[in-house]
């Protein structure tokens, strides 16, 4: 085994990753807010990387990023004040297939609108042939920013949710929506915030990521059962748990391209899921009684 | 209630026989080769139906089931199994008869499986597949299940589609007819369009009695109640576990016969069958015939993939399957044939115009 | 003779001891209740004997056989059945169709069966049907058999998921609070129904906060308080025991 050639895999899986620990975080706060997971979540990182490649060719990077970020949680907003506020406690089994349905919709409309190309932003700094050398192993400087901007999101949803008022409100009702709705925070409205904040977040993701593996209308289902499962890796909620889950699940399927046909890839970490699932649900690091006490 | 069963049967053979004379005399036939694939598709639904509406147990996986049976059964058919001649067990199977020979395109003789005996793997396959992994994963509940299930067809689907021996993106074609019995063939070819329709609802009525017997039998009784309060269920002394898990395998095999079908009568099958979005649309039409009615996901199942494939919905169809989901699961849960429309979108617009006073 | 003998059960969640050491017996033919304030762990006792929780130690013996470690759905074919302080009726099934799944384990019809309706299973199911309809009878709730069984009024509920147990013919019938939820007529008359269902020759096991009821019904009654036993004794010797009083004394003060 070459030594070097280990430590590309292992920076190319750090940085699929730190997306997945993102789309998974996306997952965690729909999830805490409201006891659904939101299947279309994947699709609001394909949006967001499309949105600002079209906005791209009429702004300069940042603003076209910053602009795409803001659709996107535009119609994170729309979406939850469309389809899922008014409904009155609907079954698990109707939630599912809501947002099933949902980033079928998203998906095909974007395909409509961007058709079935594949598309990417330019790198932030350099070029796609421009590394790095740090310790001998090159890397592109696009992975010094996934890895980075992944890495301020993370702080900032931390300094959101722990110092700012909507986000304490936000942590209150994923602990006891009735008590919290008691101490006057109106629980819908922090659910139309929580699909803002995960479609801004994965918007960003979805922006950092393109120039290098590019998105397309597709993309959205793939991101979408990486993120659940590293979301399931960590233990559903635990948004911490989920980047250290996230950099696993990176790793182990960036390094399985060794024992396996690159195309089986997705089935390794699949099975990972359902591995996961079958012996322990609460999560790598959870506990079982904390999971078996919260409903699904 | 015995007799309502059969006379609703009966009204389903007139129907069928109906379809058929009206296509004859307007001389419109062609739309027999939807209406026989859309046959096929019902007995994914039906079961599916079964395993969703009855024993409220979802599936985003059962296109994976489909994919198993027709794959295994289009290699097993096709894959020349010549060079292996003199493999212990497969001059075993050439021996005891489960193997033909047949002229490929090309005029060379090619050695390949009986197509009973191809379903046969098949469909063993598929239910070996659906014990295996239907113990743990219907341990399972709510989004749990949901998303086991779907990593399963994934997993069906990515296979299909990394494996060379099943043609990767283009799979298998060139699958031959399946005779049932003399006489009887599965095929595409025109000249026997009518009969394969025929042939196709024989088995969709077949499999429709079988099921609409068990929903009114005890086990369905049994089945309901799981899926109205699984706990209690249990502690009448329903073995929960066991029943969920038969009624798992028991779809997963009609998903997986009507792979082994529809795959001879297409002379082929593709990746797409596996995909994820077959199994959201499969469980879309279950939602729509109302969950728990078998005669709604039939009827539905065939409506729509009648028009699906007769190409209706042009290049929005997944767009459209898309759209049922949403519009029933938020208007009409119980689903289309029971419609509560007005109250939902009343209580839609009130909740709206509340919302509005209150700011 | 006892019917039912709990060893040194434990069970805890967490670092919540929810039920320690507890040992009782309970006689053919009795009833006996079990109270304690709320969270002493009554619920978690029921679960651990009808096999929804499994016990970290101790034994459960019905009709002196092993019944700890099996599945709900085992212990119900033994012969002891229960209902739910949280009523869990079938929803989108009738008042009929629930008390049927009663019937589930004294008939027979599988799968296969099933599917191809053989005539015996058309017998059996006419059968089930005539014998639930008599419980129903029983129970004064035969003009309900159609109506969906969550949509019954409360006290109803009550009766409808006492019927679905006692259509299992358990020889042990395990009720959590039965009465919560009712007014005092209903109560009197669920007091009666038990008392009735204790002369049919069914063991009774009850959780119930209702005082009076307890006292007027139970033949011998165990109290239990932050998981653990203390006391187990005649209606008379309970009122009177000052540990009993303390903890209920106690439990008003807060
Ligand atoms: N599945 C569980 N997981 C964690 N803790 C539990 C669980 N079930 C019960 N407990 C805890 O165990 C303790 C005993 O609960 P239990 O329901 O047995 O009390 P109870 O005596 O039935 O009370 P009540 O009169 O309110 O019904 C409580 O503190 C409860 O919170
Ligand atoms: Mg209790």
């Given amino acids: 085994m070459n030594i070097e050639l280990f430590f590309q895999y292992i920076v190319a899986g750090i940085t699929y990753g730190a ?99 594949v598309r990417g932003l330019p790198y932030f700094t ?97 991101l979408a059962i990486k993120g659940f499962t590293v979301a399931i890796l960590g233990g559903l909620g635990n948004s911490m748990a989920a980047v250290a889950a996230g950099l696993i699940l990176g790793i182990l399927e960036s390094l399985s391209i060794w024992v396996m046909p690159t195309a089986y890839k997705d089935v390794i970490s699949i099975s990972i899921l359902l591995l996961m699932l079958f012996v322990k649900p609460s999560g790598l690091f959870g506990s079982k009684e904390a999971a078996s006490l919260k409903e699904f | 209630m015995g007799h309502q069963r059969y006379l609703q049967i009966l009204g389903l053979i007139s129907a069928v026989i109906a379809v058929q004379l009206f296509t004859y005399y307007t001389d419109t036939g062609h739309h027999l080769t939807q209406l026989t694939m859309s046959a096929y598709y019902s007995l994914v639904i039906i079961g599916l139906c079964l395993l969703i509406g009855y024993a409220g147990q979802i599936s985003l996986g059962h296109a994976g089931f489909f994919a198993i049976g027709g794959y295994i059964s289009a290699f097993l058919t096709t894959h020349n199994f010549l060079p292996y001649k003199d493999n212990y067990f497969i001059s075993f199977l050439s021996k005891s008869g489960l193997l033909a020979s047949r002229e490929d395109l090309y005029g060379g003789q090619i050695l390949i499986f009986h197509p009973w005996a191809a379903c046969i793997a098949a469909v063993l396959f598929a239910v070996i597949v659906a014990y295996l992994i239907g113990g743990p994963v219907l341990k399972l509940k709510g989004h749990y299940l949901a998303m086991a299930t779907l990593g399963f067809g994934i997993i069906v689907y990515k296979i299909v589609l990394g494996t060379e021996k099943f043609g990767a993106a283009d799979g298998i074609s060139d699958v031959p007819s399946f005779v049932l019995l003399p006489g009887v063939e599965i095929t595409g070819k025109l000249p026997v369009r009518i009969m394969n329709y025929y042939v196709a609802w024989v088995i969709v009525i077949i499999c429709m009695i079988i099921l609409l017997n068990l929903i009114n039998s005890r086990i369905g009784r049994a089945l309901r109640s799981i899926h109205g309060a699984e706990d209690a269920s249990n502690a009448m002394g329903v073995n929960t576990a066991k029943y969920k898990l038969n009624t798992f395998v028991l779809s997963a095999a009609f998903a997986s016969v009507a792979g082994v079908f529809l795959t001879h009568y297409n002379g082929g099958i593709g990746p797409s069958e596996a995909s994820v979005m077959k199994s959201v649309r499969y469980v879309a039409i279950v939602a729509v015939g109302g969950m728990a009615n078998l005669w709604g996901a039939l009827i539905m ?59 | 003779m006892a019917i039912l003998e709990v060893r040194d059960l434990s069970r805890s969640f967490g670092g919540l001891q929810a039920v320690f050491n507890v040992s009782f017996t309970v006689k053919n033919g009795s009833i006996k209740a079990l109270i304690g304030p709320n969270g002493a762990g009554k619920t978690t006792l029921f679960n651990l004997i009808s096999g929804f929780l499994k016990p970290d130690t101790g034994s459960v013996l019905f009709n002196n056989q092993k019944i700890h470690g099996l599945k709900p759905y085992q212990v119900a074919g033994k012969g002891l059945s229960r209902t739910f302080q949280h009523i869990k009726l079938f929803h989108k099934m ?39 309809l008599e419980i129903l009878n029983f129970l004064g709730l035969s003009e309900m058999a159609d109506a969906e069984a969550t949509s019954l009024a409360y006290g109803q509920q009550r009766i409808a998921e006492l019927a679905r147990a006692l259509a299992c013919e358990p020889k042990l019938l395990l009720l959590d609070e039965p009465a919560a939820g009712l007014n005092m007529r209903e109560t009197a008359e669920m007091a009666k129904l038990i008392a009735r269902i204790r002369d049919m020759g069914i063991t009774v096991l009850i959780v119930e906060h209702d005082m009076s009821l307890v006292m007027n019904i139970s033949d011998e009654i165990i109290v239990l308080s932050y998981g653990q036993k203390i006391a187990d004794d005649i209606p008379l010797a309970i009122q009177k025991n000052s540990e009993v009083i303390r903890v209920y004394l106690g439990e008003e003060d807060a």
């Fill in chain 1, 19 to 117: 997306i997945y620990s993102i789309v998974a975080i996306g997952f965690n706060i729909i999830y805490n807010t409201t006891g659904i997971i939101n299947f279309a979540q994947g699709e609001f990182v394909m949006i967001g990387g499309m949105t600002a490649v079209t906005l791209h060719s009429f702004f300069p990077l940042p603003y076209a990023i910053l602009l795409a970020v803001i659709i996107t949680m535009i119609a994170g907003a729309l979406i939850e004040i469309i389809f899922i506020r008014w409904l009155v406690n609907p079954s698990v089994l109707r939630m599912i297939i809501i947002t099933i349905g949902i980033s079928i919709l998203l998906r095909e409309a974007a395909l409509y609108i961007w058709g079935e190309k």
């Fill in chain 1, 126 to 222: 350099g070029t796609s042939v421009s590394s790095l050398s740090i310790g001998g192993v090159h890397v592109s400087p696009q992975v010094l920013w996934v890895i980075g901007i992944s890495a301020v999101i993370v702080v900032a949803l931390n300094l959101f949710f722990s110092y700012t008022m909507p986000g304490r409100q936000m942590r209150a009702c994923a602990s006891n929506r009735d008590a919290a709705r008691l101490c006057g925070v109106s629980a819908s409205n922090m659910i139309t915030l929580s699909f803002v904040l995960s479609a801004g977040i994965g918007a960003l993701a979805g922006c950092v990521v393109s120039p290098i593996t590019y998105v397309q209308y597709e993309s959205g289902t793939g």
């Fill in chain 2, 301 to 359: 199942g065939v409506l729509l993939n009648f028009l699906s494939l007769r190409g209706y919905f042009g290049t929005y169809d997944d767009a459209v399957f898309g759209g049922i989901l949403i519009l029933i699961m938020l208007f009409a849960p119980e689903g289309l044939l029971r419609i509560d429309l007005f109250r939902s979108l009343k209580g839609m617009f009130l909740k709206i115009s509340d919302s509005k006073e209150k700011t």
């Fill in chain 3, 94 to 132: 009738t008042v009929l169709e629930n008390i049927m799944i009663g019937r589930h384990i004294h008939s027979k019809a599988e799968f296969i069966s099933g599917m191809f309706n053989l005539p015996w299973t058309q017998r059996e199911e006419k059968a089930i049907r005539e014998r639930s």
